[in-house]
């Protein structure tokens, strides 16, 4: 459906307040856009547009997969067994914003390469 051009989220959702004020784009623009392509099969493309879209869009590949196979077959996973702990959820939290911060950065340098800044 999203390949076909049947959902616009810009319908929906608008045009970034953010961009809007300043003229860059924000840490999440491009990520709803990144996600149709991966969902459509376009990964290398969805990696190309917002990289910490496509991160997460295939780290919810792994995660359902892994949830499909415990779920419906009872397989049992070990190295998901391990308690998690207070570092463990820090570190996570880090991993993210580092992957948000690393997405924004390549957003901002295609944004910043197309107006023409040096």
């Given at each position: ?8 989220p810009a319908r929906y959702f608008g045009i970034c ?68 702990t207070g570092s463990v959820i820090c570190w996570a ?26």
């Open positions: 459906m999203a390949a076909r051009g049947w959902i616009e307040g953010f961009q809007q004020a300043c003229g860059l784009p924000c840490p999440g623009c491009y990520v709803t856009r990144s996600a149709m392509l991966f969902a459509s099969g376009h990964i290398i493309e969805s990696f190309c547009l917002q990289p910490a879209g496509a991160v997460f869009c295939g780290m919810s590949v792994v995660v359902a997969v892994f949830a499909l196979l415990i779920s419906v077959f009872g397989v049992n996973f070990s190295f998901l067994q391990r308690r998690i939290v880090v991993a993210v914003l580092i992957v948000f911060a690393g997405g924004w950065a390549v957003t901002l340098c295609r944004a910043l390469v197309e107006s023409g800044v040096p």
